[in-house]
């Protein structure tokens, strides 16, 4: 939902640009007006986007570390201060406009009647110049908002959660004396936070070369390596579904590699929504072959879903063609899910 409505801001701003363009050609000297109205529209944008920003920026949760128990609880959290910064910033802009709000408009209304003159003459060309303020602002601060809920918060919490563990067994094994085993626990922290994002452009790059075994031979060498991974224990099922969602084709198939390596890492809704709107037919083989994995723990929802995935995908319309890997994985998990049904 989030990510429609990125494109849907994106599609408002480019329609209110190309209006832009056709206000600027009737004009005595179009290229001058299309120029600063450009510039007009990019400031609008990017004040309106950092705001969003600022808004956007996501909280710690409070009090999840006390829910854990005591021997696994963590004894420091992530710093937190551009939350913080953020907090304080937008209670003062909040409150100071709420106050200000006459001499806000005011100071609104000057500003138009400036950079009125440079888009038009008279009233049309502060009427155009108050339009895209207004409009460039806002879809700024929606887009900024939307961009920043989207990307920066599984971010967070992937760097916060999988590499805080390996800090907080660190701590412990120094606490125990076990100086060499806290060095590699530290190193395993911050090669967890890199990880995932090397490993899924590692995947986008091979995927753009030519279609052919070697390239599917790499792609699998990659989805091994992120199996392997889940050896250490250190991801948790939250950050995998958040690395799944962020919508990267390589992030959506490290997260399918690292559930298929870990049973307990598995999201069925993730999974089907790799089954039924893959981005590739590597990435829809490893969704089917981590639902079979997941046909056992599946709830009678759950595999109700499945299967009309399932059917979709197999139908005229679908891209389980006969023949294939996937035709017969996917015939497996209808028997599977048959089976446990009974």
């Keep these: 939902m989030q990510r429609r409505g990125i494109v849907t801001g994106a599609a408002c701003a480019g329609t209110a640009l190309l209006a832009v363009v056709l206000y600027a050609i009737n004009q005595q000297h179009p290229l001058s007006v299309l120029g600063t109205a450009l510039l007009i529209a990019l400031a609008a944008t990017a004040a309106g986007g950092l705001l969003g920003f600022l808004f956007g920026i996501p909280r710690a949760r409070a009090g999840a570390p006390d829910e854990q128990p005591p021997d696994i609880r963590p004894r420091y959290d992530a710093n937190t201060n551009l939350e913080q910064v953020s907090d304080w910033l937008t209670k003062i802009l909040i409150g100071v406009g709420l106050v200000e709000l006459t001499t806000l408009l005011r100071a609104g209304g000057r500003l138009v009647a400036t950079i009125g003159p440079a888009v038009g003459d008279g009233a049309q060309g502060r009427v155009v110049a108050g339009a895209m303020l207004v409009f460039f602002t806002a879809t700024g601060f929606v887009l900024g908002w939307l961009l920043t809920r989207v990307l920066l918060a599984p971010a967070l919490s992937r760097a916060d959660g999988a590499a805080l563990a390996a800090f907080v067994a660190a701590e412990q094994a120094e606490e125990a004396g076990d100086r060499a085993s806290a060095e590699t626990l530290r190193a395993e922290g911050v090669r967890l936070i890199r990880q995932a994002t090397a490993a899924a452009g590692r995947y986008e790059q091979v995927r753009r070369g030519p279609a052919d075994p070697d390239r599917t031979a790499a792609m699998e060498a990659l989805v091994a390596e992120a199996k392997a991974s889940t050896a250490a ?80 995908q197999t139908g005229p319309r679908g891209r389980i063609r006969e023949g294939t890997g996937r035709r017969r994985v996917a015939e497996r998990i209808r028997t599977a899910v048959t089976e446990v049904a009974r």
């Design 233 to 312: 224990g250190a991801w948790l099922p939250e950050q995998v579904r958040d690395l799944f969602r962020e919508g990267r084709d390589g992030g959506r198939v490290f997260a399918l590699a690292l559930m298929e390596g870990e049973p307990a890492l598995i999201d069925v809704a993730c999974v089907l929504d790799a089954v039924g709107a893959s981005r590739s037919a590597f990435e829809q083989y490893h969704a089917l072959l981590v639902t079979e994995i997941a046909v056992p723990a599946m709830t009678p929802g759950e595999r109700e879903a499945t299967l009309r995935v399932i059917e979709a």
